[in-house]
């Protein structure tokens, strides 16, 4: 009864080991394929990946989206699925000038809340969620 009540981060595992091929992570964190809608969710909402903070998108209920970074209209046919997946992990490997957080990496980092600390902001599921999402997005804005 107590899992019911907590929040996502406080659910967030230990990350689990993944490997970088080139400039992607070819496995699902998972083992399995993400489910799109969960994952348009998480990208839409703005307490959980928050997203549309920096990123615009094919989301039209969320007048406010960011100009900071690349829209997401069109990124499944941009990117492939290890691709989108490494730069959710942690898009640093590709570009260490970015200012997109590391969404599942938990080491090395700084200015991070007691409460976060060792804990990624999204969990497995979700980054394959996201991932999932993301490739249904084929058509550039």
Known sequence: MLALTMTAPALAM???PYAVVGDTIPLSLTGGRGDPAKGRSIV???TQGLCLLCH???IPEERLQG???PNLAGA???STEGQLRLRIVDASRVNPDTI???YYRTDGLERV???FAGKPILTAEEIEDV???LLTLREAP
């Open 56 to 58: 615009s998108g094919p």
């Open 113 to 115: 809340s007691k409460s």
């Open 76 to 78: 499944g046919s941009r």
């Open 44 to 46: 839409a909402t703005r």
């Open 131 to 133: 991932v999932a999402y």
């Open 67 to 69: 100009t900071l970074a």
């Open 14 to 16: 230990d990350p689990q």
């Open 100 to 102: 997109m957080p590391p």
